[in-house]
């Protein structure tokens, strides 16, 4: 059977949540006739990107082409002769890095956490401790990622999840690996203040952010250890989509993103108490996810391909028959239109925010996610080849 990228979009309900073992209101569809579908928006029809869109050439080296992704636009300047590890606001991450295993240094070093940082959460909105969070998350999070390429995989993600399934502020049990795991990152989450990333501080500080927070860096764990269980078989495109939104990992940077702007720490409950007046933020989180986890797919394919990786959604449709240019090439069409839903949406949706100007900021903040992930995969010694 082939497949193909099709996906609808469904607005989900208030509290739906986004686990693996959960129905999503993300659903990929399978084409069981093989032939390449377009992708159905409800209630609308096929949209090109808009203006506010902008095209990028990226050269695919294992198949000998150039070929043109489609970006949404970008609501930060990052000067182009910015050096690795160099923030915008100098976000600090020496002490950090002291508290993790010796093999995490290399490995947060070609991820160059500090640049996705900046281009995730705009230095002019979003606070400094919010942002120290950020890129200590998003350097743990690789360090734990590559940990899902190595022969401890279970033990390390079981010890996370016990860890994440308690209390932020729970101290963490005693055996070593937990703490070598997850006891730099905890003590980040437990002595910041969204405003500040209080360095030196060893006192816990209460925010309501944190749970939420900690709670959807555990459902991102949940589903790297069940990527597992795709390990060996011949997956559908579906089982792949509905892990891959998650271990795309943009729940924990829309947390940090709404609670600095004063609006509700969690994605699945209304922002304000008339959220009904802007139902489009609900379509563009899980937009984002999507566009991210595709475009990961397409801008990691080469390392995947050569690593015999099955867990892409280009490698997905070469199992099942396609030429690796076509499969490539589909991918990243699904993905092309689905930033020209995402810019579309911007477009209507500013009508809708009225005078809630947070409203506003973080749906901008949202659509620069499909921005800063690209860029940043592009510059990023973590996907070069």
Known sequence: MMSSVYFTL??????????????????????TSGAARPITWPRSSVLQPSNNSFKRLIKNKLLDRTHTIV????????PANRTSGESLTKIDLTKFL????????????????????????PVSII????????????????????????????????????????SPYVPLPTNSLCLRRMGAFQHVVQTSTLSD?????????????????????????????AE????????????????????????PFMVLARASLGLSPSPTIPLYPCAHQSPLITQLQPLTQIILGLQNDILGW????????????????????YDATDAFEQVLLAHNDLVGRLTKLAGQMEPHVGDWSELGQYG?????????????????GRYQV
């Open 10 to 31: 469904q607005e989900p309900p208030e509290n739906a949540r986004y686990y693996h073992n959960k129905t999503s209101s993300l659903l990929p569809v399978t084409d």
């Open 71 to 78: 970006l949404p636009p970008s609501f930060v300047n990052v």
């Open 98 to 121: 002291l508290n993790l295993p010796p093999n995490a240094v290399l490995i947060i070093k070609q991820a160059d956490p500090i640049a996705f940082v900046d281009r995730m959460l």
């Open 127 to 166: 606070p400094p401790g919010a942002r120290f969070v950020a890129a200590c998350f998003w350097s743990w999070l690789c360090v734990i990622d590559d940990l899902t390429e190595e022969s401890d995989t279970s033990n390390s993600l079981q010890h996370c999840i016990a860890a994440l399934s308690s």
């Open 197 to 225: 990333p209080n360095l030196d501080s060893v006192s816990k500080v209460e925010e309501s952010w944190k749970p939420v927070f900690w709670a959807e860096v555990l459902i991102i764990v949940e589903a790297l250890n």
């Open 228 to 251: 597992k269980c795709l390990q060996g078989r011949a997956f559908s495109m579906a089982e792949w989509m509905e892990l891959r939104v998650l271990t795309i990992s943009a729940r």
């Open 302 to 321: 080469e390392k995947d391909h050569l690593a015999c990786n099955p867990l892409n959604a280009i490698e997905v449709l070469i199992r099942d028959g």
């Open 364 to 380: 901008r903040v949202l659509i620069g996610f499909g921005n800063a992930m690209a860029e940043w995969m592009l510059c990023s």
